[in-house]
């Protein structure tokens, strides 16, 4: 296809990613298609929408059939589906090649190593007996477990320590991985473009803010409160970790600064992520127009802060499920640089995403408060 | 229905207007319903999409019946048909009263005189015989002849001379107007809304400017290179057009600046209009956001800009008829601040409006740079 506008786009997943890549594509007319189940976010929105399982290879292949180029905005797909098409000459972005080894977080950490790209010790765990080997081999106090496989949102990762494990402790049946628990000053996280023409953009680095409490995220905020030789060294690791990967499409590479100011990478994800929301009021260039720029084969677009931002979750309340309104809705969007995202989920559930707001303003103390504000007003209520 | 996020809205028309009030609302999962041809740009994005003539108040009825309230995005629409329904007690914004007015030129100059707005000078004309005596009792030299109504794009105006008149020259043959010809310094316009809860808010001035050989509108710029005062006084001009209207809506108030910096109320548009697209990317709340606010119940949102901005009409070439690529795509959109917006039609024609640029910079002059590069590089070719 010579006429980048006449690429039809396929999706593997209709979920929020995907309705946002649709919603930054409408002003460029570009033909976007989906597959997921009937009632998901991208359903009325996308220009064919396939009804089927991530996981049925049949189901990739009739989106295949009617799209030029395919990505994914979730890892849990069929990943050996998108290689036989890929091995017929069919383009998938990222490669499932590259997906195979961030899908496994136990071949991710090993792939990082190496690299020579800056990583928390590991090892791997292949049975029962190897949690209290590989833990006093370590010589480490505190760790992090985590599955190899299916970890999402916090599922798959538990904390652990030296005596626990001493004491036989099983923290998971799966292969998994043992990760030095590190102590770290600030999690950081860096959105990196790589085009298929070789351009490779980063946005500035955004941190994590989080709850004291609660110890949850609940702010992102962009610029990161770092000093300029640390957000070099960031993007200089994230762009790293994509190029030895030889990936193509939008990243999250997930980074800790440690309290010795060492930057170690955290995990990577192959597509648009929380960490990159605010790029679409706050850059030029937001992280689902990159994607869909790489797919069409439009060149990258400049990836600068407009304004400083923050970008905060909206989750589902903990006290009901159902149909819901969205309390609080009037007073934030009086405010200035106040943009409420709602993902189209018929339903809430507790801690469901169903929404982000981004906040821009001039400086990033004013986005701050304003952000506290709106935190306080927003809240899902039955309907 | 209290929960503003359920409200449906219907929209008579289904052409870039609508395309992008439907772009601006997604991220609220407004239900957004269209009539207009079954061809129109927003035929695959609305909800439900009602093939049918704006004329046809079978068709409007229709739309009503599937939405809560009814906008029009462009003034050719049955008003007898909205009359009907607000009659009825179902919500019309703006009103259909207030579109008569706009829609009658005669209509519309007369109510600005009554009010004690600023205008030119001018008179009606019922007959053939009334172009010559009305020409000589206003005893100007040089006149704007213009059609009370159906005019559009330049349709339906002439420019006439004192001598042209008085040897008998007819300029239309349908109720019309003869407007003194103002000398202006500057076209100006201001966008407005104004909410049901009885807030107006107005948007910076857009400052018009033209080609000085081929005398044509070639950039919109914001803000206006005018003074404070100038800028305040064209603000609270428009803001009294549509309080005295005692509309509700977004609405366009095209003004003159005239060499001795008196302002007059050239006309207004009663919705979305191209002085306001670059509101999109440029200003906190777009003009298109700002409506779907007024109709769904929400508040207004904050109109500054963001940044400076010049936005540039993309028309279909003079050199062929048919489907097309757009030409020096890749170019522009390696450049900063710049957003392409195509309009989703079919084919391209001799000055059809395919589509805008938006550009923003930290300065005008740096908007204005960027704006003549992109001119010379973009333009539609055969595909």
């Known amino acids: 296809v010579s006429n980048p506008l006449k690429k039809r786009i396929g999706i593997i997943g209709g979920g929020q990613l995907g309705r946002m890549m649709i919603e930054e594509s409408l002003r460029l007319n570009l033909q976007i298609n989906t597959l997921d189940a009937a009632d998901s976010p991208c359903a009325s929105l996308s220009h064919t929408h396939i009804v089927g399982s991530l996981m049925d290879a049949e189901a990739i292949n009739q989106l295949a059939s009617v799209s030029d180029v395919i990505t994914y905005e979730i890892e849990h797909v069929n990943t050996e589906a998108l290689i036989a098409l890929e091995d017929q000459g069919y383009p998938i972005i990222p490669s499932p090649r590259v997906l195979q080894i961030i899908q496994d977080k136990g071949l991710q950490k090993s792939f990082l190593q190496q690299k020579g790209i800056p990583t928390a010790p590991f090892s791997l765990i292949y ?11 370590m010589g480490a106090t505190k760790f992090a477990a985590k599955t190899r496989k299916d970890g999402y949102d916090g599922k798959g990762v538990m904390l652990v320590s030296i005596e626990q494990l001493k004491s036989g402790a099983i923290p998971f049946k799966t292969p998994s991985l043992l990760e030095q628990f590190v102590t770290c000053s600030k999690e950081l996280s860096v959105m990196v473009a790589r085009h298929t023409d070789g351009t490779i953009y980063a946005w500035p680095v955004v941190e994590m803010l989080f709850d004291p409490i609660a ?124 943009y409420i995202h709602l993902y189209s989920k018929a339903t809430s559930k507790p801690m469901r995403k169903m929404g982000h707001v981004t906040i821009l303003a001039t400086d990033i103390a004013q986005a701050h408060q304003k952000a506290l504000k709106v935190q306080e007003i927003l809240k899902f209520v039955k309907d």
């Open 127 to 137: 049975n029962a007996d190897d949690w209290k080997i590989k833990a006093e081999q």
């Open 215 to 338: 110890n949850l995220v609940t702010f992102l905020q962009c610029p990161a409160q770092i000093n300029e030789s640390i957000e070099t060294q960031a993007i200089d690791i994230a762009m790293q970790c994509i190029q030895q990967l030889d990936g193509y499409g939008v990243f999250a590479v997930e980074l800790f600064l440690t309290a010795q100011n060492e930057i170690l990478v955290n995990e990577i994800a192959p597509r648009p992520h929380n960490s990159g929301h605010h790029t679409i009021e706050a850059c030029y260039t937001s992280q689902f127009e990159q994607l869909i720029r790489i797919l069409a084969g439009l060149p990258l677009g400049n990836t600068a802060l407009i304004q400083p931002a923050i970008m905060m979750n909206l989750l589902g309340a903990d006290d009901f499920s159902g149909t819901y309104k969205l309390q609080g809705i009037d007073e934030a969007m009086r405010m200035q640089g106040v």
